[in-house]
């Protein structure tokens, strides 16, 4: 069995990711890693080269910039990829996305259990949103909590945007979701940590790719009651970049929530009392 590793990445230095570490994370599983590096404007492929692992394949690439529908070129970028992976599976993590190595003999024998069961065409991740420091994280609807990070290598697989895939059958052009089986750990997402002005960076960077418009980021302006205390412990790699903040992280007390907030809190009460979980889910998921 072989395992190839994914993602890409474009001024990753200046936007706050912690892309490093995110490589690191999961390069004693892999046989390979594939890092599609985008024109940047900074030294983002030099700290890639730094790492200095035999197991990583860096591929240069130039976005196009004139796509600027629905985040495509996120899409475009990604496949690029995943394209030039050779193993059975083709494991995707984002720039900002870790993998505790506590799981990570989990997620290898997820793979070996599934590799020779063709209905399984993915392999799902919990998921640990950390939300304006690493000690708190995010629990709603609004907030997908179970996400397909691992494909089969063998499929004909897309992704419309960076975050999910699509699968198109043998006999059908008719894309859907892929059928998923969970591998039983957890990925680790700090986007949210890393400070208001880099993810406001971010946000001006990135908006044109959806044709949007960058909206001024404040992390205090959200509702209180969807942020849990994180009492784990984070993957070893991350200590020297995590804030030190260990405190309950608090929402301005006079915030307004909105109407899609509002849905969510009436979610949550019904995942409470009817045991639902009603987050979006990119897969479906398979029966033990």
Same mark, same amino acid.
């Not at 784990?232 to 006079?254: T, V």
């Given at each position: 069995?072989?395992?190839? #590793? ?5 001024? &990753? ?24 590096? $985008? ?31 629905? $985040? ?8 690029? #990829? ?12 984002? &720039? ?37 420091? !690493? ?7 609004? *907030?997908?909590?179970? !996400? ?10 897309? #992704? ?24 039983? !750990? ?24 959806? +044709?949007?418009? =960058? ?18 412990? =984070?993957?070893?790699?991350? +200590? !020297? ?31 409470? *009392?009817? &045991? ?13």
């Amino acid at each position: 069995m072989k395992i190839s #590793a994914f993602t890409f990445i474009k001024n &990753g230095m200046i936007l706050g990711f912690p892309f490093r570490e995110s490589i690191r994370s999961v390069l004693p599983i892999v046989d390979e890693f594939v890092v599609n590096v $985008g024109d940047s404007d900074d030294d983002t492929l030099e700290k890639i080269m730094e790492i200095g692992d035999p197991k990583i394949r860096i591929i240069r690439s130039c976005w196009n910039d004139k796509m600027r529908v629905g $985040g495509y070129v996120y899409g475009q970028q990604k496949m690029i #990829a995943q394209f030039n992976c050779t193993g059975d599976w083709a494991f995707y993590l984002e &720039g900002d996305e870790i993998v505790h190595e506590d799981d990570l003999q989990k997620i290898v024998e997820a793979c070996r259990r599934h590799l020779d069961d063709e209905r399984v065409e993915a392999l799902t991740f919990d998921y640990y949103h950390f939300y304006g420091n !690493a000690y708190s994280y995010l629990d709603s609807p609004g *907030w997908y909590r179970r !996400a397909a990070r691992i494909i089969r290598n063998s499929i004909r697989s897309y #992704a419309p945007d960076g975050l999910y895939w699509h699968v198109l059958t043998d006999k059908s052009k008719i894309s859907r979701y892929p059928n998923a089986a969970h591998t039983g !750990a957890f990925i680790y997402h700090y986007g949210w940590v890393r400070s208001e002005e880099e993810m406001n960076r971010k946000s001006e960077y990135v908006q044109k790719y959806w +044709n949007k418009s =960058h909206q001024q980021i404040d992390y205090s302006q959200i509702d209180q009651n969807i942020i849990r205390q994180f009492k784990g412990s =984070h993957p070893s790699m991350m +200590n !020297a970049w995590i804030p030190k903040e260990r405190a309950l992280f608090r929402a301005d007390p006079n915030y307004v929530l909105t109407h899609r907030e509002k849905k969510h809190r009436l979610m949550l009460r019904l995942e409470h *009392w009817f &045991g639902l979980e009603l987050s979006k889910k990119h897969f479906v998921a398979l029966k033990p």
